[in-house]
């Protein structure tokens, strides 16, 4: 989640809602019996009146499987009222669900909203009708789709699912843009995150994976396109979430690029960042986790040699932290993200893996991330 202001497109958060159904599609990563969502209205100024609230399997963009449709309460009340600042979960609904099931909610927002909190890289379609179809199960009436194609989540923070079976503890990818996505297929599921979550289940042994990147988040500062800076970050959306047991740590690039940079998502002039300084924040992501008994797993800095915000001074500093990271002992594994992406070692992502910014995987990209991954090691 972010606040909003001076985003990459234009996107609906800026106006807000009024008399407006949302619908949104995410994609589980774990089954069960029971299913309840997560609201946040964290950088809302005002107050947030949710007048309904739905959710059901889907069939198609923005179509639910009529049966499976639920109504949705917030202690007992089908609607709720969100403080400035505050969140809201869901009661529980029995809805029985399997790994990689898409489910869709629905928000009925009848009061104007104001800006709007919201995750602005949802490579997700998001959906809005007029007036109240929050228990609509067609898509008719949803004629608007969120764009441009990019996509973003409103106000959704988190869908949890739960019942009898035993599920291990979710593994969180913790980053900014690749770990976000950007660069996927719009209604693919094929950013790093899903991807692994698919080999899990190959493999035998599913387990939630949780996306918590953020397009252009850096590890040490805020700023207005990226958000929390993934320091303050880190206990909301990782040690924070139900059930951790392995965080993925991914982050960095967005600090050791040129500030200037259109890729890096800033404005205006940002202080130059040392290697020194990232080894410490990654430091302190360790023992914030390891203080959780959350394990942390390292992943090197990919390439970016290239890019708009590429220069000799900061791939040296990529190059110092990854040294670090592949070397220090401190990280419980490792994860060559850099190889996976630069099989050869030039300092640049390979050209069959980038959307052709030379920062941006692409899927194959991904999927070479994914892929990179020792699963033994979550």
């Excluded at 949302?22 to 009146?49: D, E, F, K, P, W």
């Excluded at 009848?110 to 009708?129: C, E, F, K, V």
């Excluded at 949780?210 to 206990?235: E, H, K, M, Q, Y």
């Excluded at 797993?297 to 990529?318: D, Q």
Aim: glycine share 10%; charged share 20%.
């Amino acid at each position: 989640m972010r606040p909003t202001g001076a985003p990459w497109f234009k996107t609906w958060a800026e106006h807000g809602f009024t008399d407006q159904s949302l619908r949104q599609v995410v994609r589980l990563h774990a089954g069960g019996t029971q299913v309840r969502i997560r609201l946040s209205n964290a950088y809302g100024h005002t107050q947030l009146h949710l007048a309904g609230a739905s959710i059901g399997r889907s069939t198609g963009p923005a179509a639910v499987q009529p049966d499976t449709m639920r109504t949705l309460r917030f202690a007992g009340s089908p609607c709720t009222t969100i403080p400035a600042g505050g969140r809201a979960v869901s009661d529980p609904v029995a809805l029985n669900t399997e790994t990689l099931d898409e489910l869709t909610t629905t928000l009925y927002l009848r009061n104007p909203t104001g800006p709007a909190t919201y995750h602005q890289l949802s490579m997700a379609t998001t959906y809005r009708a007029p007036g109240d179809h929050h228990r609509d199960p067609a898509a008719t009436a949803y004629i608007e789709a969120v764009q441009p194609a990019y996509g973003s989540w409103y106000y959704l923070e988190g869908v949890e699912t739960s019942g009898p079976r035993s599920v291990p503890p979710a593994v969180v990818a913790f980053g900014d843009s690749i770990t976000d996505g950007f660069g996927a297929t719009i209604d693919g599921n094929d950013r790093y995150p899903d991807l692994l979550a698919e080999r899990l289940l190959t493999a035998g042994h599913p387990r939630p994976v949780l996306n918590a990147g953020i397009g252009s988040n850096r590890l040490l500062t805020d700023v207005p396109l990226g958000g929390d800076a993934g320091l303050a970050r880190f206990a909301r959306d990782v040690l924070d979430q139900p059930r951790i047991g392995t965080v993925i740590v991914l982050i960095g690039i967005n600090d050791i690029q040129q500030a200037d940079s259109p890729s890096n998502g800033t404005r205006g002039h940002c202080p130059p960042v040392t290697a020194e300084q990232l080894i410490d924040g990654h430091r302190a992501l360790i023992h914030a986790a390891r203080a959780r008994n959350v394990k942390a797993v390292g992943a090197t800095l990919t390439p970016f040699r290239g890019a708009a915000g590429w220069t000799t001074a900061g791939e040296a500093i990529r190059s110092r932290v990854n040294h670090w990271i592949s070397t220090n002992g401190i990280y419980d594994a490792i994860v060559d993200m850099s190889r996976a992406l630069d099989p050869d070692g030039t300092g640049r992502i390979h050209d069959d893996l980038h959307i052709g910014d030379y920062l941006h995987p692409n899927p194959a990209g991904y999927r070479a991330m994914a892929d990179s991954i020792d699963l033994a090691t979550l």
